[in-house]
Nanobody, 118 residues
Framework: VQLVESGGGLVQAGGSLRLSCAAS????????MGWYRQAPGSQRELVAAISSGGGNTNYADSVKGRFTISRDNAKRTMYLQMDSLKPEDTAVYYCNVDSRSESSRYNWGQGTQVTVSS
């Protein structure tokens, strides 16, 4: 199973980015998924999650109201729209199964770097 994250980059504070996560497995459409991020010296944290069908979403307080998670199961792809970015959003962003509801995950991809300058 391969997860490929893309869409990161360097952006000024207040700007926007849209991340994508492409999955190689059909099982993607059956599983709740999430976006995680890991900043230097910090643990990886779940910032947004979405149910298998896309009808339910959850966000960490730090990104609520600024980030929007979505998925297109026909394309086996998940997205993270990030608006009003802050320097503290700087991290490597990864996608994987929502760890809150499922114990097994896919192998981690390489992630995509997001850097927000002040």
């Amino acid at each position: 199973v391969q997860l490929v994250e893309s869409g990161g980059g360097l952006v000024q504070a207040g700007g926007s980015l849209r991340l994508s996560c492409a999955a190689s497995t059909i099982t993607f459409i059956l599983r709740p998924m999430g976006w995680y991020r890991q900043a230097p010296g910090s643990q990886r944290e779940l910032v947004a999650a979405i149910s298998s069908g896309g009808g339910n979403t959850n966000y960490a307080d730090s990104v609520k109201g600024r980030f929007t998670i979505s998925r297109d199961n026909a394309k086996r792809t998940m997205y993270l729209q990030m608006d009003s970015l802050k320097p503290e959003d700087t991290a490597v962003y990864y996608c994987n199964v929502d760890s809150r509801s499922e114990s097994s995950r896919y192998n981690w991809g390489q992630g995509t770097q997001v850097t927000v300058s002040s």
